[in-house]
């Protein structure tokens, strides 16, 4: 299967994971306020593109610093505004940006793996398909997100054969986001 053979269109929906996709990740620790946020290279060229394509994009985050007590959620949600603010200065835009606070261990239904956030996106954007949604993200987590949503599963990692990531269900992989957008705008722009 290519990508062009999806045929994305308005109707759908590009969900993405926001740490190692659209910021660096820190390794070891988390993004606690704005100057610990750090854009990776062409991803904020990235969004007029695929804004072009897809019907709306949504961030889905995982963000259990806040559950730990390292992270205030004021702060987190300053990064987001910053984070948008800056993806629409370059002529982009995110229809929506969800995060979970909750802990690893407390298994909560709004944390990857678990759908809670995606159902949480559709509850506010009831034309969201989820068989015409593609997740994008860079860990085992988002990909089964992805896949117990049906959702057409992007892995975006420069590693795809680290250890942790090797029985992952993905259909497509590319190093970067703007990679992944390159052959986009290739197949449908
Ligand atoms: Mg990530």
């Given at each position: 299967?290519?990508?062009?053979?999806?045929?994305?269109?308005?109707?759908w929906t590009l969900f993405?994971?926001?740490?190692?996709?659209?910021?660096?990740?820190?390794?070891?620790?988390?993004?606690?306020?704005?100057?610990?946020?750090?854009?990776?290279?062409?991803?904020?060229?990235?969004?007029?593109?695929?804004?072009?394509?897809f019907g709306r994009l949504i961030?889905?985050?995982?963000?259990?610093?806040?559950?730990?007590?390292?992270?205030?959620?004021?702060?987190?949600?300053?990064?987001?505004?910053?984070?948008?603010?800056?993806?629409?200065?370059?002529?982009?835009?995110?229809?929506?940006?969800?995060?979970?606070?909750?802990?690893?261990?407390?298994?909560?239904?709004?944390?990857?793996?678990?759908?809670?956030?995606?159902?949480?996106a559709?509850?506010?954007f009831?034309q969201i398909e989820?068989?015409r949604s593609v997740?994008?993200?860079?860990?085992?987590?988002?990909?089964?997100?992805?896949?117990?949503?049906?959702?057409?599963?992007?892995?975006?990692?420069?590693?795809?054969?680290?250890?942790?990531?090797?029985?992952?269900?993905?259909?497509?992989?590319?190093?970067?986001?703007?990679?992944?957008?390159?052959?986009?705008?290739?197949?449908?722009?």
């Open positions: 299967m290519s990508l062009k053979d999806l045929n994305i269109d308005s109707r993405l994971d926001r740490d190692g996709i659209i910021n660096r990740l820190r390794v070891n620790d988390y993004v606690k306020n704005w100057d610990e946020f750090e854009f990776l290279p062409g991803v904020p060229e990235s969004f007029p593109v695929l804004n072009r394509i961030i889905v985050t995982n963000q259990q610093g806040i559950g730990k007590g390292i992270m205030e959620p004021g702060l987190v949600e300053e990064v987001h505004r910053r984070m948008l603010e800056a993806i629409r200065q370059k002529g982009g835009d995110i229809q929506g940006i969800y995060y979970c606070p909750a802990l690893e261990k407390d298994r909560d239904p709004c944390r990857k793996p678990g759908t809670g956030m995606a159902h949480q559709r509850r506010d009831p989820f068989s997740m994008a993200g860079d860990s085992a987590g988002d990909m089964e997100f992805g896949r117990r949503l049906g959702m057409v599963n992007v892995l975006i990692t420069a590693e795809p054969h680290k250890k942790n990531l090797k029985e992952v269900p993905y259909d497509f992989q590319f190093c970067d986001l703007p990679a992944f957008t390159a052959e986009l705008k290739k197949c449908y722009l």
